[in-house]
């Protein structure tokens, strides 16, 4: 009994101590939160607490960087306010800030141009692959004396090796024995004089040899020359249009270029800089856009600006593809219903030789060339080529391409072309 007794007084002292304990918890627990109540009441208004620990924003501030509230003492900063900005102070608006100026794209630098006049003179030295062919072989042959039969099958083959043509080779072979028996050659200096005005004849043409670039009046209204380049792919048709843009500014003339060669698309960004290196402006269209639109476009802007010239660059294409001849043809027929159509120039890659006239042969059945521009003459043996596509075409010669100089493009001058030939 008394073991019983003894136990149920344990359990009730156990329960007692529990009830008392649980009882204190409680009470603090809620001493707490009334203390935190009345915190927050106390708080100066304008202020908030953050969510995760409590700390005090002033209006402006962030959790990350909080403006908090700084006791002062008789009207002095407290530590760490002496960069703040005083209270007293005169505040600014939006008015009195000032923006920073937008940096400004720098003008482009527009290059000196040397004159066009003279140019082939200056270049004759970039011939000197032609010059081997024409000057050593023939002056030799020719100031030998009397030639016989094998010396005049020699010279034929000379003139042929070089691209005259059959027709052409035959007619100048026939003129210099005539002039060679009549004069009685003997010398070299004799020969060189004879070959010389015999070469000078046989480039001599009709047709008019300077490019038809300048402004004509049409129903009392100033109208641009309008030039259309054209070729095939790799003859340097981009680089001509904007070789021919300096030409023409250097004789102080406004210029319009057509970016009409949208399937490359690095055509337009390359006239771009040429445009932009001798102060010229450029009209061009997004990449695969109809080409004879942007020449309209081109057109349309110089009629209306007044410019002098305007020079439309074509897309390359293969003589083969009737589809893009046929698309060439267009360009033309669209660019006539806003202006004539003064020049259409051929472009000729001279290294070509045959190829090239077969090349001619076909753009002109299209699109009626009125001149051949012959590139990269510098590089070739073959400077006859001048001579066939001539003969061949009765399409003048009118610039020529010597190098890769922005001003390596010259007005071609038969006489200055044969001095160079001759050395």
Request: glycine share 10%; hydrophobic share 45%; proline share 4%.
């Amino acid at each position: 009994m008394s073991s019983t007794w003894f136990l149920f007084v344990v359990v009730a002292v156990v329960v007692l101590v529990a009830i008392l304990v649980t009882g204190l918890l409680v009470a603090r627990k809620r001493r707490i939160s009334l203390d935190a109540k009345r915190e927050v009441e106390e708080k100066p208004k304008g202020g908030s607490y953050a969510a995760s620990g409590g700390i005090a924003l002033a209006p402006g501030g962030t959790a990350e960087h909080p403006v908090e509230d700084r006791p002062e003492t008789d009207g002095q900063p407290a530590v760490g306010d002496d960069a703040a900005v005083p209270r007293d102070s005169a505040q600014r608006t939006v008015r009195d800030v000032k923006l920073p100026e937008a940096p400004s794209e720098a003008a482009p630098v527009v290059e000196e141009i040397e004159p066009a006049t003279g140019r082939m003179e200056r270049l004759r030295g970039r011939l000197s692959k032609s010059r081997s062919v024409f000057g050593t072989s023939l002056l030799g042959l020719l100031g030998a004396g009397d030639l016989d039969e094998d010396s005049w099958q020699d010279v034929e083959d000379t003139l042929l090796m070089a691209d005259l043509g059959a027709a052409t080779t035959t007619q100048i072979v026939d003129r210099l024995r005539d002039e060679l028996s009549r004069r009685a050659i003997r010398s070299s200096a004799e020969a060189r004089e004879v070959l010389h005005e015999v070469l000078t004849a046989q480039l001599s043409t009709d047709s008019e040899r300077a490019v038809r670039a300048l402004p004509h009046i049409v129903d009392g209204q100033k109208q641009p020359a309008v030039v259309l380049v054209a070729g095939v792919n790799g003859t340097g048709k981009t680089t001509t249009t904007g070789k021919l843009a300096r030409v023409l500014v250097a004789q102080e003339k406004t210029v319009v270029l057509g970016a009409a060669d949208t399937f490359r698309a690095a055509a337009a960004d390359q006239l771009q800089t040429w445009a932009e290196r001798v102060g010229a402006e450029v009209v061009r269209g997004k990449e695969g856009a109809d080409p004879a639109a942007v020449a309209f476009d081109a057109v349309k802007r110089g009629v209306d600006t007044g410019v002098d010239a305007v020079l439309v660059d074509t897309a390359g294409r293969l003589h083969t593809k009737t589809g893009l001849m046929d698309e060439l043809g267009k360009v033309k027929r669209v660019v006539e219903k806003q202006a004539k159509v003064d020049e259409v120039l051929l472009v000729l890659d001279a290294t070509t030789g045959q190829n090239g006239l077969m090349q001619a042969r076909v753009f002109a059945e299209v699109i009626d060339v009125t001149g051949i521009v012959l590139t990269k003459l510098d590089g070739t043996a073959k400077g006859g080529i001048v001579f066939q596509v001539q003969k061949e075409l009765g399409v003048p010669v009118k610039l020529v391409g010597l190098g890769e100089g922005p001003d390596d493009l010259a007005p071609f001058e038969p006489g200055a072309f044969v001095d160079a030939l001759l050395g």
